[in-house]
């Protein structure tokens, strides 16, 4: 069984920084691109920034230049480097996987962590 487990959230100034980090678990054989999505409360979920298996990157507009996803494939890990946060930055941080490979040709789409609370006091 494979699980996703985020870690790193907390309360920071509005200024400040955290790292969040998510950990993939069990016996996999690849994992595909992954990605970090947000939830605020009264807001739709959203996605935040995406790697690709080969580290290509993408980000929404409002966390450019602000936040860093990076990806360790020997740890099948992800982080996210969030600097200068924001009061509209407080939401529940999610990491997603996009396709997991169990074996070369058995894999499951869509493997979610359980969330890290990121909240920004100004």
């Known amino acids: 069984q494979v699980q996703l487990t985020e870690s790193g959230g907390g309360l920071v100034e509005t200024g400040g920084s955290l790292r969040l980090s998510c950990a993939v678990s069990?016996?996999?054989?690849?994992?595909?691109?992954m990605a970090w999505y947000r939830k605020a409360p009264g807001k739709q979920r959203e996605l935040v920034a995406i790697?690709?298996?080969?580290?290509?990157?993408n980000y929404r507009d409002s966390v450019k230049g602000r936040f860093t996803i990076t990806r360790d494939n020997a740890k099948n890990t992800i982080y996210l480097q969030m600097n200068s946060l924001e009061s509209d930055d407080t939401a529940t941080y999610y990491c997603?996987?996009?396709?997991?490979?169990?074996?070369?040709?058995?894999?499951?789409?869509?493997?979610w962590g359980q969330g890290t609370q990121v909240t920004v006091s100004s």
């Open positions: 997603n996987a996009q396709k997991i490979y169990y074996t070369e040709t058995y894999f499951e789409y869509d493997i």
């Open positions: 069990g016996t996999i054989f690849r994992v595909d691109a």
């Open positions: 790697i690709t298996s080969n580290g290509t990157t």
